[in-house]
């Protein structure tokens, strides 16, 4: 019986302490999970207002090359009557700028 207290009491303290520091584990854990949420939170937020940003930015440029476009393009209209001379004019403006073709089709 002595000697089953004596190994209990060795082997009593590790087990406390491998339990202590478990707890203190994941009672940290579970504290800074809030914090980790909000910082991710943020964090999303923050990219995705740059991506809404640079968005926005690539629609406004494709309207705008779009109009100048047409605006050139009507003035060839204006001015001449060969559909070959538009047809090779049009080739060339979807070939300078691809971002138009993918509105034609």
């Known amino acids: 019986m002595l000697i089953k207290r004596n190994i209990l009491k060795r082997i009593y303290k590790p087990?406390?302490?491998?339990?202590?520091?478990?707890?203190?584990?994941?009672?940290?854990?579970?504290?800074?999970?809030?914090?980790?949420?909000?910082?991710?939170?943020?964090?999303?937020?923050?990219i995705t207002d740059f991506h809404t940003k640079a968005l926005t930015d690539l629609i406004t440029q494709t309207f705008n090359n779009l109009s100048y476009t047409m605006d050139n393009f009507?003035?060839?209209?204006?001015?001449?009557?060969?559909?070959?001379?538009?047809?090779?004019?049009?080739?060339?403006i979807l070939s300078t700028t691809p971002s138009l073709g993918l509105l034609v089709f």
């Open 15 to 46: 087990i406390v302490t491998a339990v202590f520091v478990v707890v203190i584990i994941i009672g940290g854990a579970m504290f800074s999970l809030p914090i980790l949420k909000d910082e991710a939170v943020k964090t999303h937020l923050k």
């Open 74 to 92: 009507n003035s060839i209209l204006k001015t001449t009557q060969d559909i070959h001379l538009l047809n090779n004019k049009f080739k060339s």
